[in-house]
């Protein structure tokens, strides 16, 4: 019998990442769960077993190479393969750039978001190309494609993640090994318990456009099944993305207009009147 393939799932702890592990694991795959709250984690792949699924969780701090090196060798220890990396974890912080500070903020996000998404794409490669398939997904943003006022670093990290996710793709081709990302809009998530992005994913965005984890979780899911490249979530996001493409100081006229007083001070058209 064809053994079932082994997927590693950054930022498994909470939001997409955890509810894409219940509906991997559900389906067959065997879900490795990464992530800096493991207590978190064990109990996922408790909940995950007891539903007849496969899980191990295993630790991880993304922002920390040697832990990246750990997670892989002890996949390849427990499992003996990796079939599918799914590149969720990410922090975000929307401040004036002035407020972050040049450390704790700057280096820290780019880390989680960037750097250490590409460390651990790097270091799973060997094992997808020595078995010639296997897939690499990027949950990355819309954000990866608008810019967005006090979104800079967060922007930065996800432009960053689509260029390296684009030159993978064609460095990759014909050698099996699949290249997707994902670009969701607002998902309501513990992204939003940061009060600064809380007001972004809740009061601006309006509920039809609001995504559940899992709507993003059933987007991974037929991106393995379809192997797909790009999926944009929901469709009609494509509008805004083709809008900063090709009418940038619209959407630029748009933003400040609806989102920032003249002085800088945030405010949404939805408390505009109050
Ligand atoms: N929510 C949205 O509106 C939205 C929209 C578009 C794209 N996304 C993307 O979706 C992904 C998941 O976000 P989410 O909405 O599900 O948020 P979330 O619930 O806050 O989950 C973030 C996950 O990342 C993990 N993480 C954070 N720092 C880490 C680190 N240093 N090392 C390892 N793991 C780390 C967290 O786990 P620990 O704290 O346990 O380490 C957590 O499991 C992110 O890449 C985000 O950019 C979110």
């Known amino acids: 019998?064809?053994?079932?393939?082994?997927?590693?799932?950054?930022?498994?702890?909470?939001?997409?990442?955890?509810?894409?592990a219940l509906t991997l694991g559900a389906r067959g795959y065997r879900v490795v769960l990464a992530a800096r709250r493991l207590d978190r984690l064990e109990e996922l792949a408790g909940q995950i077993r007891s539903e007849g699924g496969q899980a191990l969780p295993l630790p991880l701090d993304i922002s920390r190479v040697e832990q990246i090196n750990d997670l892989v060798n002890a996949v390849r220890k427990e499992f003996g393969r990796i079939d599918i990396l799914v590149n969720n974890a990410g922090a975000a912080r929307h401040l004036w750039l002035d407020?972050?500070?040049?450390?704790?903020?700057?280096?820290?996000?780019?880390?989680?978001?960037?750097?250490?998404?590409?460390?651990?794409?790097?270091?799973?490669?060997?094992?997808?190309?020595?078995?010639?398939?296997?897939?690499?997904?990027?949950?990355?943003?819309?954000?990866?494609?608008?810019?967005?006022?006090?979104y800079s670093l967060y922007n930065a990290s996800k432009f960053g993640g689509r260029g390296f996710m684009t030159s993978l793709r064609r460095e990759l081709r014909g050698t099996g090994v699949v290249v997707s990302e994902i670009f969701p809009g607002s998902v309501d998530t513990d992204f939003?318990?940061?009060?600064?992005?809380?007001?972004?994913?809740?009061?601006?965005?309006?509920a039809f456009a609001l995504l559940s984890p899992q709507d993003v979780a059933?987007?991974?899911?037929?991106?393995?099944?379809r192997r797909s490249t790009r999926v944009v979530v929901p469709w009609f996001m494509w509008l805004a993305i083709l809008a900063e493409a090709h009418f940038p100081r619209l959407v630029g006229w748009v933003l400040s207009k609806y989102f920032y007083t003249k002085d800088g001070v945030r405010y949404t058209w939805r408390q505009r009147g109050k």
Do not use: C, F
């Open 192 to 206: 939003a318990q940061d009060p600064q992005v809380s007001w972004k994913a809740r009061t601006v965005t309006p």
């Open 218 to 225: 059933e987007t991974i899911l037929r991106v393995i099944e």
């Open 1 to 20: 019998m064809q053994e079932s393939p082994v997927v590693i799932i950054t930022g498994a702890s909470s939001g997409i990442g955890k509810q894409t």
């Open 99 to 150: 407020q972050y500070s040049l450390e704790a903020d700057i280096q820290n996000l780019l880390q989680i978001n960037l750097v250490g998404m590409i460390q651990l794409t790097r270091a799973v490669l060997p094992d997808l190309l020595a078995a010639g398939e296997g897939q690499i997904i990027h949950i990355s943003s819309v954000a990866s494609w608008v810019g967005i006022p006090t």
